[in-house]
């Protein structure tokens, strides 16, 4: 049976902070558009503001489906769920916003939450902010029971890689019109200048 609570206490805090990684969710409006769910980590990408926020960093991916759907609509909900211990999935409802690194904000906010980061720097594609509107968790027992060897270091080699031979200016272009537009052709993501130093 699912509990639905006032905000993310201390306790579902305790418990989000053990878990290895966390899961996002959104969709376009269109009724024949593409839902889409990403698997995120670290674990520590991904911070509890207060009890009615969270944020996590974004790295450029092989898509861009939750800021076009962000952008457009704002619905978003953040899943984690116990792979080790009691069996539990917890669930954030909310309305989502996207911080790019050209804004003034994104700056703030990443001394602020002092994120785990599984790329290099130049790979930070946006924070994501997400005003909570309902908290709730469920048995989980469909979920395995699975134990966790640690994270993959890929995103951080091909990152590298890639900014090694194409520099700084052709990375960024190759970023800018990978992580342009969504599958359905909806505005994703503004690359518009290098993030070097952030």
Not at 23 to 31: D, E, G, I, N, S
Not at 112 to 135: E, G, H, K, M, Y
Request: glycine share 8%.
């Amino acid at each position: 049976m699912a509990h639905v609570f006032d905000g993310i206490g201390e306790q579902l805090v305790s418990w989000v902070q053990r878990q290895p990684m966390f899961f996002v969710a959104t969709a376009p409006l269109a009724a024949d558009g593409h839902v889409n769910v990403s698997p995120k980590g670290p674990i520590g990408s991904l911070r509890i503001l207060d009890e009615r926020t969270l944020a996590y960093l974004d790295a450029s991916g092989s898509g861009a489906e939750t800021a076009a759907h962000v952008r457009e609509n704002g619905r978003i909900v953040v899943m984690l769920c116990a792979f080790e211990g009691a069996p539990r999935i917890v669930r954030f409802h909310g309305r989502a916003e996207i911080v790019f690194p050209a804004e003034e904000r994104f700056g703030e906010l990443l001394e602020r939450c002092a994120f785990d980061d599984l790329s290099i720097p130049q790979a930070r594609r946006s924070i994501v902010v997400v005003d909570v509107t309902r908290v709730s968790d469920s048995c989980g027992y469909g979920v395995p029971l699975m134990s966790y060897e640690g994270m993959r270091d890929h995103h951080a080699r091909s990152s590298a890689k890639k900014l090694r031979v194409l520099g700084i200016d052709g990375y960024t272009e190759y970023r800018r019109t990978k992580n342009a537009r969504s599958i359905d052709g909806l505005p994703a993501v503004d690359v518009a200048a290098p993030v070097a130093d952030r």
